[in-house]
């Protein structure tokens, strides 16, 4: 079983900055392409960012400059950190992962985390 497990969600003002993780667990198992989307009230769920396992990375073009997605590989781990955030940017966030587990067999699907809140007040 594999699970992904975001933090650093929370409540911030206007113009504030948050960083965001989410951590893969289990065993047997590899990461290539991870992202983060977000979902507000009444809203389809949209692409943020994503990264691929070489590090290659694809943005909402609104959130070019003020967002940056990271990985660390050794701690199966995405990151998002957002500056300059704005009330529009509140929303549920969610990440995401390609994950091939090995054990009983190969099998390659996408897993999402639980999503955690990020409220922006004006």
């Known amino acids: 079983q594999v699970q992904l497990v975001e933090s650093g969600g929370g409540l911030v003002q206007a113009g504030g900055s948050l960083r965001l993780s989410c951590a893969a667990s289990?065993?047997?198992?590899?990461?290539?392409?991870m992202g983060w989307y977000r979902q507000a009230p009444g809203n389809q769920r949209e692409l943020v960012a994503t990264?691929?396992?070489?590090?290659?990375?694809n943005y909402a073009d609104s959130l070019k400059g003020r967002f940056t997605i990271s990985r660390d590989n050794a701690k199966s781990t995405v990151y998002l950190q957002m500056n300059s955030l704005k009330p529009e940017d509140t929303a549920v966030y969610y990440c995401n992962a390609v994950i091939t587990v090995y054990n009983p067999y190969y099998l390659t699907k996408t897993y999402w985390g639980q999503g955690t809140q990020v409220t922006v007040s004006s």
């Open positions: 990264i691929n396992s070489s590090g290659s990375t």
């Open positions: 289990g065993t047997s198992f590899s990461i290539s392409a």
